[in-house]
C-alpha cells in the first residue's frame, strides 16, 4: 500500500546551520507530495507542496523537489532559526487518502 | 476568519461510555477528515467525506462512525470507547480533495480509562 517514510528523529541543529530532513515514499500512481509542520500545542499546517515529478515546493526558506526517480521529498532549509523549532511531517496523497509520515522533531538551539 | 474547530479540546471518559467529537469548518470546503495522532506512528487517517453523505473509510476505522449530513460538520463518533483509543485527533478539511491543502482543527486530546 502506499506510505511514507521520514527521517527519525530527533534532531537538533544550532541557529543558522543547514537542515535536511529526508522523506522517500511508495505509491501506486501519481502522488501529490506534501510537508506539513506542527507547532507546539498547535494543529498542523502545510509548509510546502508539489503534485508533480520535479516540481519544487518553496515556502518561508523551506524548498522540497519531488524525485520520482528515487521517490523521495527531502525538506531542506539553508539557515534555520530558534522559530523553526516544530515537529515536521512528510505526507502523500493518493485517490482520496492522505498518508502521513511518523515526524522528525527539530529543535534549533541559539 | 477562516477556520476548522473542534469541540471538546479535552476530554476524559470511561469505557463504553458513547462519546462525539465535533468538527465544523467555514470555508464551504467539500473534503473532510480525521486523524489520530498517536507517538511514533505519525497521523493516521481514520474516516474521510467527499462531500455530505459521502463517506469512507481511511487507514483505521475500527471502533468509529462518522456522518456528514451537512456541508460544514463531521461528528467523529466512538460508539464504545476502549482504551486504545486514547489518542489526539484531529479533523481537517480542504477545498476538493485529499490532493489540496488540508486545514487542521487545532485537536482534541481523549483520555480513555
Known amino acids: 500500500g502506499d506510505s511514507v517514510t521520514q527521517m527519525e528523529g530527533p534532531v537538533t541543529l544550532s541557529e543558522e546551520a543547514f537542515l535536511t530532513i529526508n522523506c522517500t515514499y511508495t505509491?501506486?500512481?501519481?502522488?501529490?507530495l506534501f510537508w506539513y509542520v506542527q507547532y507546539p500545542g498547535e494543529g498542523l499546517q502545510l509548509l510546502l507542496k508539489a503534485t508533480k515529478a520535479d516540481d519544487k515546493g518553496s515556502n518561508k526558506g523551506f524548498e522540497a523537489t519531488y524525485r520520482k526517480e528515487t521517490t523521495s521529498f527531502h525538506l531542506e532549509k539553508g539557515s534555520v532559526q530558534v522559530s523553526d523549532s516544530a515537529v515536521y511531517f512528510c505526507a502523500l496523497s493518493t485517490g482520496n487518502q492522505f498518508y502521513f509520515g511518523t515526524g522528525t522533531s527539530l529543535t534549533v538551539i541559539p | 476568519e477562516a477556520q476548522v474547530t473542534q469541540n471538546p479540546r479535552y476530554l476524559i471518559t470511561v469505557t463504553g461510555k458513547k462519546l462525539t467529537v465535533t468538527c465544523s469548518q467555514n470555508m464551504n470546503h467539500e473534503y473532510m477528515s480525521w486523524y489520530r495522532q498517536d507517538p511514533g506512528l505519525g497521523l493516521r487517517q481514520i474516516y474521510y467525506s467527499m462531500n455530505v453523505e459521502v463517506t469512507d473509510k481511511g487507514d483505521v476505522p475500527e471502533g468509529y462512525k462518522v456522518s456528514r449530513k451537512e456541508k460544514r460538520n463531521f461528528p467523529l463518533i466512538l460508539e464504545s470507547p476502549s482504551p486504545n483509543q486514547t489518542s489526539l485527533y484531529f479533523c481537517?478539511?480542504?477545498?476538493?480533495?485529499?490532493?489540496?491543502?488540508?486545514?487542521f482543527g487545532p485537536g482534541t486530546r481523549l483520555l480513555v480509562l
Open positions: 481537517a478539511s480542504s477545498l476538493s480533495s485529499s490532493q489540496e491543502t488540508q486545514y
Open positions: 505509491a501506486t500512481g501519481y502522488p501529490s
